[in-house]
């Protein structure tokens, strides 16, 4: 990961996905919120495992990250654990605040990890 890249995510509280649909083969991009934990981003789909492009990275696990300019190729992870997924919403709770999770996110039962390098 660039210095440039990481100090993009420092100063924003959302960043545009790119995916490959895994039926068009299409990249779409779309606003995700996420949480850093070192290394790590962590990632929830609004409607959990019926999410699209969650859906998506299952399939095609190359994704494509930007945030104010800077941009970001990755590998998403899927993170299925229950307690993992509930840390992920904690973590989402502390940054974002638990009303705009619980009316945002209301089946947290998935959460996708992407590595920085």
Same mark, same amino acid.
């Given at each position: ?15 545009? /996905? ?14 995700? &919120? ?6 790590? /981003?962590?990632? /929830? ?7 699209? &492009? ?11 990250? %930007? ?34 999770? %619980? ?15």
């Amino acid at each position: 990961m660039t210095s440039d890249f990481q100090t993009a995510l420092d100063s924003t509280s959302e960043i545009e /996905l790119t995916a490959t649909g895994r039926v068009s083969g299409r990249r779409t991009s779309r606003p995700v &919120w996420f949480v850093r934990e070192g290394d790590r /981003l962590f990632l /929830l789909p609004v409607t959990g495992s019926a999410s699209q &492009w969650y859906r998506n990275v299952v399939k095609t696990p190359a994704i494509h990250l %930007a945030a104010r300019g800077e941009e970001y190729d990755a590998t998403a992870t899927p993170v299925t654990d229950r307690g993992q997924v509930a840390h992920v919403v904690d973590d989402f709770r502390a940054k974002y605040g638990a009303r705009d999770v %619980a009316e945002y996110y209301p089946n947290p039962d998935v959460a996708v990890e992407v590595a920085l390098r």
